[in-house]
């Protein structure tokens, strides 16, 4: 069942929806799947939440179809219509707008991050991914806002994290201090049209997900 905003009779003008933005030029980084986990620790946090699916690949859209509860909604959208999708969000009730940009995709992502309170910047740590995450860098300090790299996919016991974190550390953006597992628990979640802190609540992966949850919502002073 695709979900839809509650539309509600605004007795006073509402402040704007906070709005995080996923960012990455390079494909495979994991947009999506934080973007969607980030959604449902909010929503489980009783704050309402869309998820705006600027990604023309729609993998946020079709994944709503597996799931009954309408909260986080999910709204497919273009860059030029962002403006009125956060309108959209605002006048419904929502607390929090999370965007999931598309990969290779300056100009939009650009409209995106102009738009964002915060922007998070998944990188996984290996050689591909920190060779192409300076473009998405460039986008972030173009817009002005405050951005955040998020290590991504990070497996257990490797160096390699630890690399990456000094590698990023160059382009000056602070690191979010919860560093997200290559756990199954992101698939299998995912496939039952869940996220990580329904389908295992006690898990590493929930436990990851909330502390990165519970940051953002810091840095663009959500009301708790």
Known sequence: MQPHLQSRAPTCQREDVKTIVLLSQK??????????????????????????????????????????????????????????L???ARDGGADLAIIDTAPKSE??????????????????????????????????????????????????????????????????????????GNRVAFIKSLTEGKGVVEYEPSGRSAQEVRQLFTHARKLVAMKT
């Open 27 to 84: 494909g495979g980084s994991g947009k999506t799947t934080l973007s969607l986990n980030m959604a449902i620790a909010a929503a489980n946090a009783k704050l309402s939440t869309v998820v705006i699916d600027l990604d023309p690949q729609q993998s946020a859209s079709r994944w709503a179809r597996l799931r009954d509860d309408e909260n986080p909604v999910i709204i497919s959208g273009h860059a030029p219509n962002l403006a009125a």
């Open 107 to 180: 100009s939009a992502s650009l409209t995106a991050a102009k738009a964002a309170d915060l922007i998070l910047i998944p990188c996984q740590p290996s050689s591909l991914d920190l060779d192409a995450v300076a473009d998405s860098v460039n986008i972030a300090k173009l817009s002005g806002r405050p951005a955040v790299f998020v290590l991504n996919g990070c497996k257990a016991g490797s160096s390699l994290t630890e690399m990456a974190a000094e590698a990023l550390a160059d382009y000056g953006l602070p690191i979010a201090p919860a560093r997200i």
């Open 86 to 88: 956060l309108t959209q």
